[in-house]
């Protein structure tokens, strides 16, 4: 749930459906588990959510809502909360706390007993759900305790240690072939794909964290001489060449049999944010990843673009526009602008619902479509689901907020939404067309 599936686009559009998608996402998990389970809103969680409606043919309707680090000041675009949210918010919470309970079994510590214990309650509501929705949490479960058997072992192949996060991958995203029978083993080989993926990226980045923190890496236990977890001077500083070219050659082949097998589900809504994160995302991540020096390539934040100050600052400055400060009065302006500038500015992660979007998106040859394109998948996944642009669905405002970025709308608005798209954008752009 830390970003290795975090989408990468220079399309607006797709942007704009991650975001709503992530904002639904957020109100879910606060209202039906508390405010502290909202941080697992992240992209891989969010990617999850949009996969389950992608694979039974949904584009769920739009709303809008304040943003819970702005209450009152914001006012976001939000995709409505369906079974498909209520199951991916649960599928996060569940695994979210395994994974605190897994922790404190293997490592001790009174601090992580207190956050499984704090959150375990969560996580038995969430259990309860999944089961109600025939989720396989009983295998799901059996392989996660086969993982930690095997993190007791003092050496073990990459394809053994491989095997618990492929599974758990595959059951959790083949569970979207139930929606169509006959996509089911691309479902599965989809997951499968998923799984590798996050095997291969995590004990490349992780190495010298756990080797300092005498941690279980799949990586180092695969190493001809044993080196159990509690003795990470047995382990070399820097990964091993050999290993190295072994784990990106892995990661290789997991993206690109994630590409073949989202190709192989053929047209579905929201088909553009799915291969930003499951094609342009990994091929981003790998090139950058062999881009940096072994020694600087040792997290996830590694491989994302920095963000200059200047422009962090241009996009607070944005936000606050969009949200509506334009129809205020002078003298209130100025009051709300700075409080939405400054709540933005201390917590950028929530307010602007996380970026994930590097500037040189663009230049890294990426295919990521055009704002027309996003457009027409919009509106086909609308026909399909019977929203049309005056009701919960609006096609235009959906993807263009408030419609105050002209190319936004413009490049919407002829191929999609006519008249409607007038109506959104109040004649800023396109009420002509």
């Known amino acids: 749930m830390i970003g290795f599936l975090a989408p990468v686009s220079a399309d607006p559009e797709v942007r704009g459906l991650y975001r709503s998608y992530q904002c639904g996402l957020c ?81 001790g510590g009174l601090h992580r007993w207190l956050a499984w214990k704090a959150l375990s309650r969560g996580a038995a509501r969430a259990r309860a759900r999944l089961l109600e929705q025939g989720f396989p949490v009983a295998e799901i479960g059996a392989w996660m305790k086969a993982q930690a058997t095997l993190e007791e072992r003092p050496q073990a192949s990459l394809e053994e240690a491989m095997a618990p996060t492929r599974r758990i991958a595959a059951l959790a995203y083949g569970f979207a072939g139930r929606a169509r029978p006959g996509d089911a083993a691309t479902t599965q080989a989809l997951g499968d794909a998923i799984g590798a993926w996050l095997f291969w990226l995590d004990g490349l980045l992780d190495w010298q964290a756990d080797r300092a923190a005498g941690a279980y890496n799949p990586l180092a236990r695969s190493l001809e001489a044993p080196a159990p977890a509690r003795l990470p001077a047995e382990l070399p500083a ?50 950058r990843l062999r881009a940096l020096p072994p020694e600087q390539a040792t997290s996830l934040a590694a491989l994302q673009p920095r963000r200059p100050l200047r422009r962090h600052g241009q996009e607070v400055l944005g936000h606050a526009w969009r949200f509506g400060l334009q129809q205020l009065s002078h003298s209130t302006l100025r009051v709300r602008l700075l409080a939405v500038a400054s709540v933005m500015w201390l917590f950028p992660a929530l307010a602007r619902a996380q970026e994930w979007w590097p500037q040189d998106a663009a230049s890294l040859g990426l295919d990521t479509g055009t704002a027309a394109d996003t457009g027409v998948q919009l509106a086909t996944a609308a026909h399909a689901t019977g929203a049309s642009s005056s009701g919960g669905l609006d096609l235009c405002a959906g993807n263009c907020g408030v ?11 002829s191929p999609v939404c006519n008249d409607s798209c007038g109506n959104a954008c109040d ?7």
């Open 27 to 107: 109100h879910c998990l606060g209202a039906e588990y508390g405010l502290a389970f909202r941080m697992l809103a992240g992209p891989d969680l969010v990617l999850y959510n949009a996969w389950l409606d992608a694979v039974a043919g949904q584009l769920p309707a739009l709303g809008h809502r304040a943003c819970v680090a702005a209450p009152v000041l914001s006012r976001l675009p939000v995709r409505a909360r369906t079974e498909h949210t209520r199951l991916a918010a649960a599928f996060g919470v569940w695994m979210m706390v395994e994974k605190l309970r897994d922790n404190w079994q293997d490592e």
């Open 403 to 413: 419609c105050d970025i002209n190319s936004c709308c413009d490049s919407v608005c």
């Open 427 to 433: 004649g800023a752009s396109c009420g002509g067309q």
């Open 238 to 287: 820097e990964l091993p060449a050999a290993l190295r070219a072994r784990a990106l050659a892995g990661a290789d082949g997991a993206a690109d049999a994630m590409a073949a097998a989202l190709a192989g589900l053929g047209p579905v809504p929201a088909l553009p944010l799915l291969r930003a994160a499951l094609v342009q995302g990994p091929a981003a991540r790998l090139g």
